[in-house]
């Protein structure tokens, strides 16, 4: 089992709608969890990190995490074509560990 | 604040040829150092990381190596680069003693194409 996966294919919202990418991860002992946004041919950039239980926002970014279940998400709320991008989910123990991305297409 | 440099932006090499990276980070003492590599659709996978001077550890065994001649300073090599060394490679540095509670920053990449 991958240390933190990241299933879901492609994800495509209208503008405006909320994007919804989910994420799981194996390591019980992990404590930190980050997400990127990577646009295409560019270098992954941190939108987001999220520590404890529970919810934490930024603007229109909205992390959750979940240590019971092992599962941070991330909402993306009234969507931009700016968004469209690959988003990045990381997290672990002894060493930080990132799925594979999700691509999010934001149509106008 | 910090910022971290990496160069060349893109490069185009043939097979067998030396290979060179460097990244650079201001702005911050001794922090941890990493260098990641992005194969086209596929996920970020370690390659390297140095949590000081001269201190090196090795990921994935390849014909790619790493040092660390200054405390700011990354550089990763290779003497004779293959067709699957191709990908994007990535540095990458965060705050030292704060385990995986910092994150990474990226710096902006470089684009290895190997011909």
């Known amino acids: 089992q991958k240390e933190v996966e990241q299933n879901s294919g492609p994800l495509s919202v209208p503008e405006g709608a909320i994007a919804s990418l989910n994420c799981t991860y194996s390591d019980r002992g992990s404590q930190s969890f980050f997400w990127y946004r990577q646009y295409s041919g560019k270098s992954p950039e941190l939108i987001m990190s999220i520590y404890s239980n529970g919810d934490k926002e930024d603007g229109r970014f909205t992390a959750q995490l979940n240590k019971a279940s092992q599962y941070v998400s991330l909402l993306i709320r009234d969507s931009q074509p700016s968004d469209s991008a690959t988003y990045l989910c990381?997290?672990?123990?002894?060493?930080?560990?990132f799925g594979k991305g999700n691509q999010v297409v934001v149509i106008p | 604040s910090q910022t971290i440099h990496q160069w060349p932006a893109t490069l185009v090499q043939p097979v067998g040829s030396p290979l060179s990276l460097e990244c650079t980070v201001e702005g911050t003492s001794n922090p941890n150092l990493y260098w990641y590599r992005q194969a086209a659709g596929r996920g970020l996978q370690l390659l390297f990381y140095s949590v000081g001077i001269g201190q090196i550890s090795s990921e994935v065994p390849q014909n790619l190596s790493a040092s660390r001649p200054q405390d700011r300073q990354f550089i990763l090599s290779s003497k004779k680069l293959l067709l699957s060394d191709s990908g994007f490679y990535l540095c990458?540095?965060?705050?030292?003693?704060?385990?995986?509670?910092?994150?990474?920053?990226f710096g902006n990449g470089t684009r290895l194409t190997v011909t």
């Open positions: 990381a997290g672990g123990n002894n060493r930080l560990a």
């Open positions: 990458a540095w965060t705050q030292s003693g704060t385990g995986n509670n910092s994150p990474l920053h």
